[in-house]
């Protein structure tokens, strides 16, 4: 049984099904409908039935032949020993991999090379490529885990919208926040098509005005100081209790330090330039964007047993924290672990 979010409400039924279940084919979706098999609200629906947030969509057991598998692509040696060399971890159900800055995760308009394309190198023993479940943006490197079959897959991509998952991503923003720990709680809501002029943006919404703005969604981010470089940058540890477009690098901005090489939310510009964020730092830093997903914890899909997966930072960011002689390893996450407890 699923049960619509709050972001999820308002919208048709194959839609939602579809963002629960990114390889869920239409015509699997038109069939059970039709069977009376997909329910909601325990009543007989049709694929453009509108969900409404706290509904109850019923789902039957989803047998392989219901998801799509996109033929396989011809790719590269260099391309295949590319992708495999990412993998962090793999078992006959979850394969997991450190994805690289500046891959996307799915194709587009003006993408052709990208992770759902590129995942044919991921088969290994199976027939069939792993499917997504999440997804992380062009610019954000760090840990994705695909499920290695359809099973897995749906178990994976309904517990991503569950709570019963932690992410915590590490982040190099610009100054030092006023307190080294806390919560943020601005609203977001998607800029009007064309106005900014950047493609897809968020714009925060204070807390108290999200119910009454058009379009926003409450959205939640609990974060931690982890190191300071002076007073002009920051090394924090950052947990998105929501999953929201763009969450962290918006938040980020509305909390005034934006993240350093996101040009979008304002973590760019005179960089290291005059009296900007880099000014008597020392050393080249890189202009790309310091946002890593650097753990997943998370009940494993078919076991039940707590998994834990841990990502190292990429060239880029890795070259400035030798800048700075941050170290970047376990004793951060020990760190993040013991903030966070006290902040449950």
Request: glycine share 10%.
């Amino acid at each position: 049984m699923l049960e619509v979010g709050p972001e999820e409400t308002d919208q048709r039924l194959d839609r939602f099904l579809r963002r629960r279940f990114p390889h869920l084919t239409q015509g699997a979706i038109e069939k059970m409908c039709r069977k009376g098999d997909i329910r909601v609200e325990g009543a007989k629906c049709k694929s453009n039935t509108r969900v409404l947030e706290g509904q109850s969509v019923r789902m039957p057991p989803l047998p392989p032949h219901t998801f799509k598998q996109a033929p396989k692509a011809a790719i590269s040696e260099a391309d295949r020993r590319m992708m495999q060399s990412l993998v962090l971890y793999k078992d006959n159900d979850i394969i997991v991999i450190n994805k690289p800055h500046g891959l996307a995760v799915q194709g587009g308009s003006k993408t052709t090379k990208h992770i759902d394309g590129l995942s044919e190198a991921l088969c290994f023993d199976r027939e069939t490529k792993p499917l997504l479940v999440h997804r992380l943006d062009r610019d954000t490197s760090g840990v994705l885990v695909m499920g290695r079959h359809p099973q897995a897959a749906a178990r994976l991509a309904k517990l991503f919208q569950s709570k019963y998952i932690e992410k915590v991503y590490w982040a190099l923003v610009a100054g030092v926040p006023s307190r080294r720990e806390g919560r943020i709680r601005y609203g977001l809501v998607k800029a009007r098509h064309g106005e900014e002029g950047m493609g897809e943006k968020m714009h925060p919404i204070p807390p108290n005005e999200v119910d009454e703005t058009r379009g926003a969604k409450h959205a939640t981010t609990d974060y931690m100081v982890l190191e300071l470089a002076g007073q002009r940058l920051s090394w924090l540890a950052m947990s998105p209790q929501t999953g929201r477009t763009h969450q962290l690098r918006a938040h980020s901005a509305a909390l005034g330090h934006p993240i350093i090489g996101d040009g979008k939310y304002g973590g760019s510009g005179v960089e290291n330039k005059g009296d900007g964020w880099g000014a008597g730092i020392g050393g080249e830093m890189s202009k790309n964007m310091h946002l890593h997903a650097r753990l997943l914890r998370f009940e494993h899909p078919m076991t039940g047993r707590e998994v834990q997966f841990i990502a190292p930072l990429p060239k880029h960011m890795q070259q400035s924290w030798d800048i700075f002689g941050w170290k970047g390893n376990a004793e951060y996450d020990q760190m993040w672990d013991e903030a966070r407890s006290q902040m449950r």
